[in-house]
DNA sequence: TGGCAGGGGTTGA
DNA sequence: TCAACCCCTGCC
């Protein structure tokens, strides 16, 4: 089985940056589903990617450190959002108990800030995928079609890389039907029809107007890539989990709520930081003991179409 | 052990 | 609005 774990040893001669930060969780960050190219090793350090600089970070006591060849200071800060003014961040957040539940349950849960395009083919990989299946396509897609910048490490393949394969070549990486999206998508950026250095100079709306003439590119996906690759903190994505917590916690009783309608609930009520707060309720629901029953029970009150709508 | 339902979504009719 | 799309996992 391919993993996304490559050579630690490869990378512990680089340099190390470090800074003081208690309050940021690495594991949960990494963990909870907004980059599929970071795995925990087994000393407990993870191992990934900050743009094309294979690298190991780790926390203690309060600091943290990323070590890569050739990494600056500054795109480790870039990357990991180090500078964001996280205690103001978290005041931006409405008062409820819900939100309350999730931040006691990952303190420090944070957004990273991830390249565009890698961002972009990783959701359009996911769709009705689990996040281990997501992160076994991705080291597959580095290992076809990547460049090997250390030995077991390969960079995330340009969208030229991609659009100049056969899509028969991305099937054979377990894309399943998802390959004809990516191909498509990477042809697009190859041709110029969207580019995506563009979209990070307009304003939000316009940017996703952009990312939806994407093909393989919902409301969802063009969310998630505004969020963890423009930095866009205000938007909120919407997949199955976060609308089951949406149409349990906060409309309660009521039947037929349209996803469109939780879609602008969440804009307005979730404030300028609700791409923040969508991670906390996602990585709530997801991994928190005391979410177990409200997991059951959704799974159960699930209806029966395929498509989690 | 094998069969089958279902999964972090989008497309196109 | 809904079936179809691939493939893998987990449950019965």
């Known amino acids: ?3 996304a774990i490559p ?3 490869q990378v512990r001669s680089g340099e190390i940056v470090s800074r003081f930060i208690p309050d940021y969780n690495l594991a949960a960050t990494l ?3 907004q980059t599929f190219s970071w795995s925990r090793a087994e000393d407990g350090r993870w191992c990934g990617w900050v743009g094309e600089t294979p690298c190991v970070a780790w926390q203690e006591g309060g600091r943290f450190f990323v070590q890569g060849r050739g990494l600056t200071e500054e795109a480790a ?3 990991f959002q180090w500078n964001l003014a996280w205690p103001e961040t978290l005041a931006s957040f409405p008062q409820d108990e819900w939100i309350a539940r999730a931040r006691a349950h990952a303190p420090g849960l944070r957004l990273l800030r991830q390249d565009p395009w890698e961002t972009l083919a990783g959701f359009i990989c996911s769709s009705v995928k689990q996040i281990v299946q997501i992160q076994q396509i991705n080291a597959e897609l580095r290992r076809r079609f990547g460049r090997e910048a250390a030995p077991g ?7 030229g890389g991609l659009a ?3 899509e028969a070549d991305l099937r054979a990486c377990r894309l399943g039907f998802r390959a004809r999206h990516l191909h498509r998508a990477a042809r697009q950026i190859v041709d110029g029809e969207v580019c995506l250095e563009k979209i990070g100079l307009l304003p939000t709306e316009a ?3 952009e990312l939806l003439r994407l093909a393989g590119v919902g409301e969802k996906i063009a969310d998630c890539v505004l969020l963890f690759a423009y930095g866009r903190g205000e938007v909120f994505p919407v997949d199955v989990w976060v609308e089951r917590i949406l149409r349990r916690l906060y409309f309660p009783g ?3 709520v349209a996803v469109q309608r939780l879609r602008r609930f969440a804009r307005t009520h979730f404030g300028p930081s609700g791409g923040h707060v969508q991670q906390f309720l996602f990585h709530w629901i997801r991994t928190a003991p005391e979410a177990e029953t409200l997991r059951k029970t959704e799974r159960k009150a699930k209806k029966p179409a395929r498509s989690g709508r």
């Open 1 to 3: 089985m391919i993993t």
């Open 164 to 166: 100049a394969a056969a």
């Open 7 to 9: 050579a630690v040893h």
């Open 153 to 159: 490490w390969w960079t995330f393949p340009s969208a």
């Open 77 to 79: 800060a870039h990357y």
């Open 207 to 209: 940017a996703r107007a």
């Open 31 to 33: 963990d909870s589903g």
């Open 254 to 256: 009521r039947r037929g």
